[in-house]
């Protein structure tokens, strides 16, 4: 942290997401109301899949998971997006900031990798059911979800390598209500015209590369579903839809952020606020409503609910 000894801010002050009492009322209640559900929803899914048996499968063991990062990552930001709606000065210390960036990048690239290891999961039930569960064994799947928060973990030190020790010497605003690195490094006291690209190269391209990946992959799955005898295969693709759905709404802000060459400064902020609270708050809804053993499974776990109440 050499860089923030030699650095003339302390703080970074947020411009938020507007100035007029009326949309800040709005957004209060809007924001709020997708962070309590998007907690409520990630953490009923999670409750759902531990507590009942028939969910313990290699699928809803990544489908729970997924749950357990969006439970994290829209409490990165969105609390204090919130808490700031009515304060005059909104403010994050270079601490605060650092730490946003860190968590924000770590879970999002243990959830890229994690959306891949899905699409593997799915590409191995339509096109090898006979060796799924040999294949697809508690093993792997364990390995899968120690390598996301590796390859996490790698890519947000990589980010914070960038930034840590830039010199930020005057300009201390961010048109916007979180910390994030493109923003962050214009502020910078010196020539970054090559750490963006290297950040572009880094965030954008790799974004950019597996969400082709994955939709490519899934059109694959969904031509060889078409070959296949339709009575089979309207469940598989319900739920290969539920997977292109969620790999839109989680990359298509990412592509937007890191490699867009000059985004709207509104857009850009209706894109993180959509990322921060509105994605987090999709994915289950999106798993629940879309998955009958979902649905019957939570039905069961609130009927123990129920009747551990009644014997109370």
């Not at 060796?131 to 390995?143: D, E, K, Q, T, V």
Request: hydrophobic fraction near 50%.
């Amino acid at each position: 942290m050499k860089g923030v000894n030699c650095s003339g801010v302390s703080e970074f002050v947020l411009l938020g997401l507007s100035n007029s009492w009326e949309t800040q009322l709005l957004l209060f209640c809007f924001t709020s109301l997708l962070y309590v559900s998007s907690l409520m929803g990630n953490l009923l899914v999670v409750v759902t899949v531990t507590a009942d048996s028939s969910l313990h499968s290699p699928m809803y063991c990544l489908l729970a998971n997924l749950s357990v990062l969006d439970l994290i990552f829209c409490s990165i930001a969105a609390p204090k997006m919130i808490c700031d709606l009515f304060r005059k000065k909104k403010a994050i210390s270079f601490g605060g900031c650092i730490s946003q960036i860190f968590f924000s990048h770590a879970v999002g690239g243990a959830e890229m990798v994690l959306l891949i290891a899905m699409a593997f999961d799915r590409y191995v039930a339509i096109c090898k059911p006979l060796h799924y569960l040999i294949i697809m064994n508690p093993r792997l799947c364990i390995l899968i979800l120690v390598l996301s928060w590796t390859i996490g973990l790698i890519h947000s030190l990589s980010q914070l390598a960038f930034i840590v020790n830039l010199p930020f010497c005057g300009p201390n605003v961010l048109d916007s209500f979180y910390c994030d690195i493109p923003r962050l490094i214009k502020l910078a006291c010196t020539d970054t015209y090559k750490l963006e690209f290297m950040v572009t190269a880094n965030s954008g391209f790799i974004s950019l590369g597996a969400f082709f990946l994955l939709i490519l992959s899934y059109i694959f799955l969904l031509t060889t579903l078409q070959k296949q005898s339709f009575g089979g295969s309207s469940k598989a693709v319900s739920t290969l839809s539920a997977h292109i759905t969620v790999v839109v709404l989680f990359f298509g802000p990412l592509i937007f952020f890191y490699v867009w060459p000059s985004p709207s400064t509104h857009m850009d902020k209706f894109l993180a606020m959509f990322d921060a609270v509105l994605t987090p708050f999709l994915n289950p809804v999106i798993y629940t409503f879309r998955n009958r053993e979902m649905k019957m499974a939570m039905r069961r776990v609130f009927g123990r609910l129920g009747g551990c109440r009644k014997l109370i």
